[in-house]
């Protein structure tokens, strides 16, 4: 099955809050219309209101509006003003020379260059030179004729502001929907990655350091919510933006437009070249960062041992080296961002003004080409205007890289093969157990456990001992189905564990291990594991069952007293306690023990084997044994040696034997002995 990639994937993620994301983009396009309608304004203003005055202007017979003028007793109407039934009685030219203005009668060419003296008047086109006599409007007079373009001006600025507040609301709503889809999907995407965890095969975490998944579940997806909520917003923000200043240049000078749409591709390109480098140093710093929060957690949770060894300048050169790491290659990506952002967009801006004076410049040598000072001002303002979204784009190629590295890494983890979590309620099982013909590898054909054959019947309690690496523990992990063996079978009841799935399996069994692991909360709360099966009352019933109210009636909150991540604060013999109520609690109808009475010393551990007595009744128990004079009145203890069972039998008649089993119980009992 062919991988889709790591952009598509994170459309994929983005297409499931389409609408809020079309909708915020559609707010977007109208917020931006709204605000380029502010050149096409200006340039209304200038040429039609500021300097349009200059033009051609009738004398008509009476004032019927606003836009006729009265001068010198007589009114003066604007040429493009004129209604078609309107009586003319004379024609003028207003001309605008250096500052001034002069008033020509008759109809003047526009076109040429102009000078005057002494009222006389003069234009020089490419062909031919005219002149005539003119009157030169004074300041006061001049202020009549601007007079009927106070309003229009007002009501076009009056517009524009209005404009300008309704696509503030619009942007608004845009930013608003835009990043609370960013934050949703981020938000089904950890809740998606998280859940993945659950269903990964146990060996992936023997396998990785806690500290890198962690880093990809939190920092990597911190990483992608900036994609979302504001590298692809600022992007989408900037295309559409540009998007709008093309089509009002179009509008205002389709060539010059095209000729600027050249930035396209090249912006297009420079990403791609940024896509190439960036992803190399990217990918090296994300993993760093894994690496170092797999440090850090690792030095917090060992530090009493760092300290114990001094090992505090080793551990400290070990981090330098990975920190150095990944100072070196945030330099290089800072250097490939600095020659990219400030520097590519001025490099765009100077060449797009070059361009632009070089356009109008070579057409104002032809005087029939000149344009107005309105539609200079409105191409110049959305030339200025252009280059701010070119800018915000080339910025966030970095953070759009790091994202889509980020995502890769995501993306690889929750590629992995997992299995689905079926939490379907199976009927309590008896207990009965076979192991048959099993053997199993924690990797390739080096078996832990060699052709295991033996069967348990309900409520019994069976042992296994035997010395390190020999197969206990593994023994517990199949049945538990932490792994599961490359050969044989192991049933339930008759019934194959593969048939369930692992929550099924595990639904009616309980362990203690022999390192207890505690969870940031309270007693209770570590007993019940928040499952609402269990109440206030049988959780407290199962601690004092196995004698933990000895000291937690101690405690200032008794059974509320607050327990901090691993139950630091509490005793090696305290947690065990907890641990134990907590199988207990859930009232399995397998119980294993992993050497839980290890480390313990014997006053607590006498309080267990009492519990233990209790809480063997109705249920089958395993016990992986460390101290031999725990197990003595176990149904059956399976000795084993290298993956295979070599001795089976109750104690007595393994002591009877003489064999591994004597062997060990002689050597603890002297142990013990000369302890004493």
């Known amino acids: 099955m062919k991988k889709r990639s790591t952009e598509r994937r994170l459309f994929n993620y983005a297409l499931q809050f389409k609408k809020q994301i079309l909708l915020g983009i559609l707010f977007l396009i109208i917020a931006t219309a709204l605000e380029l309608a502010g050149p096409l304004i200006a340039k209304t203003i200038i040429d039609e209101h500021i300097v349009g005055i200059e033009g051609t202007w009738y004398q008509v017979s009476e004032k019927d509006d606003r836009t006729t003028i009265e001068y010198q007793d007589n009114y003066l109407k604007r040429g493009d003003r004129l209604e078609e039934n309107e009586e003319i009685v004379s024609t003028y ?25 002494d009222n006389m008047i003069s234009i020089k086109s490419q062909t031919e030179e005219v002149s005539f006599t003119g009157e030169r409007i004074s300041t006061s007079d001049l202020y009549t004729f601007f007079q009927p373009e106070q309003r229009p001006i007002l009501l076009l600025l009056g517009l524009y502001v209005g404009l300008l507040l309704i696509a503030a609301i619009f942007q608004f709503y845009k930013t608003f929907l835009l990043q609370k889809a960013s934050n949703q999907i981020v938000k089904k995407m950890r809740n998606d990655i998280f859940e993945h965890t ?5 060996n992936y975490y023997v396998d990785n350091p806690a500290g890198s998944i962690v880093a990809r579940v939190t920092n990597d997806t911190e990483a992608i919510r900036d994609l979302y909520e504001r590298v692809l917003s600022i992007i989408i923000t900037s295309a559409i ?11 205002l000078n389709a060539k010059l437009a095209a000729w600027f749409l050249l930035l396209v591709p090249l912006i297009f390109i420079w990403m791609k070249l940024y896509k190439y480098y960036g992803t190399k140093y990217n990918k090296v710093i994300r993993a760093t960062v894994s690496e170092i929060n797999g ?8 530090m009493p041992i760092i300290q114990a060894f001094r090992r505090e300048k080793q551990t400290r050169s070990e981090f330098e080296e990975l920190n150095t790491r990944h100072f070196t290659y945030q330099r290089k990506l800072l250097k490939l961002s600095a020659l990219t952002q400030y520097n590519l967009v001025t490099v765009f801006r100077n060449l797009a003004f070059v361009a632009f004076i070089w356009y109008f410049g070579s057409a104002s040598l032809d005087l029939n080409s000149i344009i107005s000072i309105g539609m200079l001002y409105a191409i110049v303002d959305l030339l200025t205007r252009l280059f701010e979204p070119v800018s915000d784009i080339v910025n966030q190629l970095p953070l759009l890289e790091q994202a889509r ?13 997992g299995e689905e979590v079926n939490e379907k309620e199976i009927t309590r099982y008896k207990g009965n157990i076979t192991f048959d013909q ?42 538990f189905r932490f792994y599961d063996p490359q050969k044989g079978k192991i049933t339930i009841d008759g019934n194959p564990t593969m048939k369930w799935s692992r929550q099924q399996v595990r639904s009616h069994m309980g362990i203690v291990l022999q390192d207890p692991f505690l969870f ?41 007293e607050r327990v901090t991540e691993g139950g630091s604060t509490y005793s090696l013999g305290e947690r065990q306690l907890i641990s134990f109520a907590r199988a207990l609690a859930f009232d399995p109808a397998i119980l294993i023990l992993d050497e839980a009475t290890a480390n313990i010393d014997t006053e607590t551990e006498t309080v267990i084997q009492n519990a233990l ?52 119980y002689k050597m603890q009992q002297g142990v013990s002995q000369r302890a004493m």
């Open 93 to 117: 030219t207003i001309l605008q020379i250096g500052r001034e203005y002069y008033l020509v009668k008759g109809d003047v060419p526009l076109i040429g260059e102009r000078t005057v003296s």
């Open 405 to 417: 590295v980020a995502g890769g890494r995501v993306f690889e983890l929750m590629d992995l093969e």
């Open 613 to 664: 007595e209790v809480l063997k009744k109705g249920r089958t128990t395993l016990v992986i044994a460390h101290r031999l004079s725990t197990i003595q009145q176990a149904n059956t203890i399976f000795v084993l040696e290298h993956g295979k069972i070599i001795e089976e039998g109750n104690h007595d008649s393994l002591i009877a034997e003489k064999g591994t089993y004597y062997q060990m």
């Open 438 to 479: 099993v053997s199993f590898a924690y990797e390739g054909e080096d078996y832990v456990l060699k052709n295991i054959s033996f069967s348990i019947k309900e409520g019994e309690t069976v042992a296994f001992v035997g010395h390190t690496g020999s197969g206990k523990s593994s023994i517990m992990n199949l049945l």
């Open 241 to 251: 933006y540009m998007a709008g200043i093309f089509v009002a240049l179009f509008i």
């Open 198 to 202: 659950q269903a990964i095969p146990i």
């Open 520 to 560: 940031s909360g309270t007693i209770l709360s570590n007993v019940t594991m928040n499952d609402p099966k269990i109440s206030r009352e049988r959780a407290i019933e199962a601690l004092k069952t196995v004698g933990a109210d000895r000291f937690i009636d101690k405690l200032p909150k008794k059974y509320d």
């Open 295 to 302: 440090k850090i957690n690792e030095a917090i949770q060992g």
